[in-house]
């Protein structure tokens, strides 16, 4: 299994693309277009050289190297020889429902399928294709080079030996996993994401400016982060989407997402990724 299909290239895929060739493993990374696929490697090679410059005695990486371990294709078809694949494409249904039908018929039988979503069912994900038994949730967190743990979910149909493998895998990565039942929104983020969308409403209701909800987790709760930065850092756009799917798969009020979450990526305000959400980013690769 030294061979990872990756698809999706945005804030989590180059993550994970990036842990896996640190780790040693090849990696073939696929999203829509050379554009996107060209400023995965750009970020892939400043993170590395970031964390080799700051990381003094710690172990480091040679970006050139790193890179050397990744292959970026358009097309789907190249991960047909990989025998895992970490699934990180947009959190829309219509966006993963596409792929799950066409890996199943390129890939090997024996292929594994470790989905990387926010909120989606897992046992939904594997009833796309004929292999149930071999799909598994990896939540993985973000950044993915620097978060030693990861949600790992089993759906209704996921055998043993996919976690087992899957457990591999992570453990070459320098991670270990904490399983859970499939539903959705998992354990993590059927609570974060009230968290951070309620966190919205209060900025919405003029309760408190952005830095001082954030103030008030990081300095009265402990908290390494406030809910807003955790929601820049997520993606508000991924936010939203999995508000969205958590609204549609429990039927419940509670996850209607904010008017303001709406509006703020209705404008272009995705958080981190796109230089503006709450909080202002300022990158040259955007
Ligand atoms: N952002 C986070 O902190 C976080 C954490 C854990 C899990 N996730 C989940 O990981 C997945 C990806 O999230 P993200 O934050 O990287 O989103 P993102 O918007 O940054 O990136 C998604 C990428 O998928 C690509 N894509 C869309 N359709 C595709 C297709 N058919 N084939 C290949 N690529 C395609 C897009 O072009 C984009 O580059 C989502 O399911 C999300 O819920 C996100």
Redesign the pocket.
Known sequence: MDKVGV?????????VAQNLAQSGFYVKL????EE?LEK?KREIYDHVRFHQFYSQDKESFDPSEVLSRIETD?D?EVVSDCEFIV??????WD??E??YPRLDNICSESAIFA??????SITKIGALTNRPDRILGI????P?PLKPTVEAIRGVYTSDETIEQAGSILSRMGKKYILVNDMPGFVS?RVLMLTINEAIWLVQDQVAKPEDVDAIFKECFGHASGPLETGD???L??IL??LEVLYESYQDPKFRACPLLRQMVAAGK?GR?SGQGFYTYYSHNS
């Open positions: 698809i999706g290239a945005g804030v989590m895929g180059i993550g696929v999203d829509l277009n996107i995965a358009v789907l699934e990180n494409a947009t959190e829309k966006v993963k596409k792929i989905v990387n979503t926010s909120c989606i939540h993985f967190m973000n993915v983020n850092l997520i993606g756009d991924t989407y999995s995705n990724k």
